[in-house]
């Protein structure tokens, strides 16, 4: 297809900005002082997940004129699957050696198993490293992209995204590696990108017509989430579902005052997603066994470590395109 008329500079920019929140959210993973401070960081940057699959749904509708299956599919494992594969061939040695304490809660007779059902259950959860459930989860979605691409051309498709995002609050995010439930969850998030897609031109004279309610409707959500409710999880949801308007109106209404580090971000954002946890381990330990420094301070410490890791990350990639050149793209994602 014609890049010039299925590009979409604000979606691409907001790769960038959603690829922060994942990596924002993985930075505290394991803190133990649960304070303001603690809520406040991670009630922002929790369940970025949101933002990357309904990107993901938005670009499946934009660009699935001319659809063909086993196209879509042999691109998929190209740039997704092997990938995956590759990046996740590190840690997958590594937890060969030993059975991290978080895998033995979720399966007690884990450490009785053999390598292969041990490098099976890994490769199809993704527990192996934490960003990685994505990429099992995600698949889901390619498997059923037919039936998507059929809803989406039929007239009556969208009249089931109010249900599935019900069911998405009765069904909330939890235990990672349950991809059959992780995929119930954000079908409905899939799906509201698919809906702004097909319905963008109505989006966007939706948005310019109520910016002001609908802005300070996710402020006030997002205030909200600072706090533990009883129902806290389906808060964080409808705060990250906000957030997508959000950023889809404003990228698209400041799309001339973009930084140009968000859209050298958005460029290397799958890079970033398959790597950046392995940096996050990577200066706890550091920090903890090599440098012996405790940060008692919730935001320097997730300052430090956040401009740390996607610095690094960043600096990586810039190297692996140099040296790999296209080929980088199948070693780890862009």
């Known amino acids: 297809m014609d890049k010039s008329k299925t590009y979409l500079n604000y979606i691409h920019n907001f790769r960038g900005i959603a690829i922060l929140f994942v990596v924002g959210g993985h930075i505290l993973y394991g803190w133990q002082d649960k304070a303001l401070g603690y809520q406040i960081i991670n009630s922002t940057f929790q369940n ?10 938005y670009l499946f509708q934009h660009l699935s004129k001319g659809f063909e299956y086993k196209t879509y599919l042999r691109k998929k494992i190209e740039n997704v699957i092997i990938p995956y594969l590759i990046v996740s061939a590190p840690i997958l040695f590594f937890r060969m050696q030993s059975v991290p304490d978080y895998i033995l809660e979720s399966q007690p007779a884990y450490a009785d198993w053999s390598i292969l059902h041990r490098l099976a259950y890994l490769i199809f959860t993704g527990a192996h490293l934490l960003p990685l459930w994505f990429v099992p989860m995600i698949s889901l979605f390619y498997v059923i992209a037919p039936i998507l691409v059929y809803g989406d051309r039929s007239s009556h498709f969208y009249k089931i995204l109010p249900i599935l995002m019900l069911v998405s609050l009765l069904v909330p995010r939890q235990e990672l590696e349950n991809i059959p439930r992780m995929f119930v969850h954000f079908l409905s998030v899939y799906v509201f990108g698919m809906f702004c897609s097909h319905y963008k031109n109505e989006v966007l004279e939706f948005s310019k017509k109520w910016w002001k309610p609908m802005t300070a409707l996710t402020v006030v959500v997002i205030f909200i989430s600072f706090y533990q409710w009883t129902y806290y999880d389906q808060v964080m949801y409808i705060q990250k579902m906000l957030l997508c308007w959000f950023f889809i109106y404003w990228l698209w209404k400041l799309d001339n005052y973009v930084p140009q580090t968000i859209v050298f971000l958005a460029d290397i ?9 392995y940096f ?3 200066l706890r330990y550091v920090q903890l066994n090599v440098l012996h420094v405790e940060i008692s301070n919730v935001f320097i410490y997730w300052t430090l470590h956040f401009a740390l890791v996607v610095a690094l990350t960043a600096l990586v990639i810039v190297v692996v395109r140099k040296v790999a050149g296209k080929r980088s793209r199948i070693l780890i994602g862009c």
């Open 280 to 282: 996050v381990i990577g």
């Open 48 to 57: 970025g997940t949101v933002l990357f699959i309904f990107i993901a749904g």
């Open 269 to 277: 954002s799958f890079g970033i997603f398959f790597i950046h946890h």
